[in-house]
């Protein structure tokens, strides 16, 4: 069975930091492109930062570029998303992703996505 788990969100005051990490079950995470999306109430769901496999490219919202960066670790079995200087407006469900043939580009803009994993909730705070 294919699933994805993303882990590490939680409670951050406002200008605090954040690392989400994405693992993966029944597949190679590392021949994927993977992405983090996330979902605000009441607003669709978004493309943060997508990364393609082999790490050839990137691609971050213009919402986070600056704060958040998407990397991948060199055994190829975790994706992460670092974020840094939250926002209230950084609130939201983040869901981990993975797509193949497409880019990193359309897929977080136009979430060309084969899973989705269950999301992690992330909230700024004061």
């Known amino acids: 069975q294919l699933q994805l788990v993303e882990s590490g969100g939680g409670l951050v005051q406002p200008g605090g930091s954040l690392r989400l990490s994405c693992t993966a079950s029944?597949?190679?995470?590392?021949?994927?492109?993977i992405g983090w999306f996330r979902q605000a109430p009441g607003k669709e769901r978004e493309g943060v930062s997508c990364?393609?496999?082999?790490?050839?490219?990137?691609y971050s919202a213009d919402s986070v570029k600056g704060r958040f960066t998407i990397s991948r670790d060199n055994a190829g079995d975790t994706v992460y998303l670092q974020m840094n200087s939250l926002k209230p407006e950084d609130t939201a469900v983040y869901y981990c992703?993975?797509?193949?043939?497409?880019?990193?580009?359309?897929?977080?803009?136009?979430?060309?996505?084969?899973?989705w994993g269950q999301g992690t909730q992330v909230t700024v705070s004061s």
């Open positions: 992703a993975a797509a193949s043939f497409t880019t990193a580009r359309h897929m977080c803009q136009n979430y060309e996505v084969d899973y």
């Open positions: 029944g597949f190679i995470l590392d021949n994927y492109l």
């Open positions: 990364i393609s496999s082999g790490v050839v490219s990137t």
